[in-house]
């Protein structure tokens, strides 16, 4: 049984950072692909970055430069390095991972991914 646990998130004043960490069990991290996405009140699930096995990133365009999406392999932990908070990052964060190893057009995307964690808050203040 696949089990994605997310830890790290917080408050933090815009200009601080936090580091995220999804500890995964059931899944080896290093064979496909793995995500954090965020969601916001009111507003949709959205890609925030993601990583595939051959070590190749993508990130949204509006974290690009702040955020820096890694793994810990023989931890089996996936982490979200996020510096510069801003408080439109607000919102509650989510590990995924995907059976597969995902085009860099679809990284961004939750249909591409299986599992889930339960998610872990960040919010940012002004």
């Known amino acids: 049984q696949v089990q994605l646990v997310e830890s790290g998130g917080g408050s933090v004043q815009a200009g601080g950072s936090l580091r995220l960490s999804c500890a995964a069990s059931?899944?080896?991290?290093?064979?496909?692909?793995m995500g954090w996405f965020r969601q916001a009140p009111g507003k949709e699930r959205e890609g925030v970055a993601a990583?595939?096995?051959?070590?190749?990133?993508t990130y949204a365009a509006s974290v690009k430069g702040r955020f820096t999406i890694s793994r810990d392999n023989a931890k089996n932990t996936l982490y979200l390095q996020m510096n510069s908070l801003k408080p439109e990052d607000s919102g509650m964060y989510y590990c995924?991972?995907?059976?597969?190893?995902?085009?860099?057009?679809?990284?961004?995307?939750?249909?591409?991914?299986?599992?889930w964690g339960q998610g872990t808050q960040v919010t940012v203040s002004s």
């Open positions: 990583t595939t096995s051959d070590g190749s990133t």
């Open positions: 059931g899944y080896t991290i290093r064979s496909y692909s």
């Open positions: 995924a991972a995907s059976v597969k190893v995902l085009s860099w057009w679809s990284r961004l995307l939750s249909a591409g991914y299986n599992y």
